[in-house]
Structures are given as C-alpha cells and as structure tokens.
C-alpha cells in the first residue's frame, strides 16, 4: 500500500522567551519510569525541542531543531543546551551541546516541505550524566503498523513539565517513516516515541519529525530508528 501524507508543518520546534517558560506549573509525567532521560533542548535562535538521552553523553532529537527556521543556517552545537528530567523550575542535569551529528540524508528543507524519513541528529554533551542520576533510554526498531506506543514531550503548553501522550497507534510505516494517530504541540519536535510494557523500562522506537495530514486525517510523523542510528552515535562520539 501506497503512504500519501502531506506536510503541514516543516517542523514543531518552538520559539518563545525561555524565562516564561518556567512559570507552568502543571504536574508532568513523573510517573513514567526513566522519564528523566528526556529534556528539553534550548537553542540559542529562542527555540526549543525535546531530546532523549541514549548514552551518558549522546542526545537524541530530531535533525531539523538544528537549523534556524528564519535562515536555514545550521546552528553552532554549542548554542545548544540539555536540561535533561526538566521540571518547573528544575533539572536532574544541564549540559551544554559540543557536537552535533546530522543523518546524512537529511537536508533542511523551508516550512511546507519538511523532509522526512532521515530527521535524526545526535548531540554530544560537554560532559557525561552519570547513570545513577539518569539512565539513559533503550532503542528498539520495532515498531510497526498497529503498535501502540507513547510521546514524551515539552511543548507550547508544557514547556517546562512533559506531558505524555500515552495512546498513539502506528497508521502506518514505510521505510523509516512512521504515520501517529496522536497529535502533539510545537516545541514536540525531537521528542521520543516509546513502546511502554507493563513493568518494563520504556523502549525509544522512534523520533517525532512533523504535523502532518493523510488525507483529511491530521497525523503526527515520526522516524522509526534503524541501523544507521549506530554510526551517528559513532560519529558523534
């Protein structure tokens, strides 16, 4: 079967006045287990996405959170910064970005026609998270149309707490694009697609990429991990 989607939004990242942001007060998803692996990213040009911790110094989020949306010029690593399990006022650790390993199929395309399928980039901490304080997620590439799995993200309305949207079906997937029932906010971008089991660590499946619209259906996209995520992760080391 064909996969007809069309881009709505060439990305969810968020601009906004970061100190405003830390005056939402609402509960987040605590009760998640290793939810303090993810974090939100602060980037220099006012805007912020969601990354998740895959190794004590790697951050996993989406490629297009590194580009500044008004020029399309990548932006320096070191602009970047990792407030890993933010909550209100508080991080379990900040750290800033020293690398950043964009998928090398990935180019940056403007609002309208958000490429997909390769939005994946990895970011190197200037130091490591011990894992005591936080341990980092568990990638799978398992998910598959049909599966249920979960958003972690901050956003527009939660940019200081992560709300968990905990019901999102695979409509579809072809290649490493991944079609979700579950409509997310800006400021999603990056944010971890997790396959949740009762008693189980969360599992990252998958990176959210785009708003989108498959047919009349309004649909949130998503890139399935696969094994290229390994050498970026390389790259970056």
């Not at 998640?32 to 110094?57: F, H, K, S, Y």
């Not at 399928?117 to 490591?128: E, F, I, M, Q, W």
Request: a positive charge; glycine letters at 10%; hydrophobic letters at 45%.
């Amino acid at each position: 079967m064909k996969l007809f989607i069309a881009a709505m939004a060439a990305c969810l990242s968020l601009g906004m006045p970061l100190g405003a942001a830390a005056e939402d007060a609402r509960p987040g998803a605590t009760t998640l287990d290793g939810w303090e692996a993810v974090g939100r990213l602060n980037i220099a040009n006012g805007n912020i996405c969601t990354g998740a911790l895959v190794a004590p110094d790697l951050v996993l989020t989406a490629a297009h959170c590194l580009f500044d949306p008004r020029t399309g010029a990548q932006v320096a690593p070191a602009s970047v910064w990792f407030e890993a399990g933010l909550s209100g006022r508080q991080a379990v650790a900040l750290r800033q970005v020293v690398k950043a390993v964009v998928h090398p199929q990935y180019r940056y395309r403007p609002a309208g026609t958000h490429q997909i399928g390769s939005d994946l980039a990895v970011l190197k901490l200037d130091r490591p998270i011990s894992r005591s304080r936080i341990r980092p997620l568990v990638m799978s590439q398992d998910a598959e149309r049909g599966d249920t799995l979960g958003v972690l993200s901050y956003t527009r309305k939660r940019a200081s707490r992560p709300g968990l949207e905990p019901s999102c079906s695979v409509l579809a997937r072809r290649s490493r694009t991944l079609v979700l029932s579950c409509l997310v906010d800006f400021g999603a971008s990056g944010s971890p697609v997790l396959e949740m089991r009762p008693g189980l660590p969360p599992r990252l499946v998958s990176v959210i990429s785009a708003k989108a619209a498959m047919g009349k259906r309004r649909v949130t996209i998503g890139t399935a991990l696969d094994g290229s995520l390994r050498d970026l992760m390389r790259r970056a080391g």
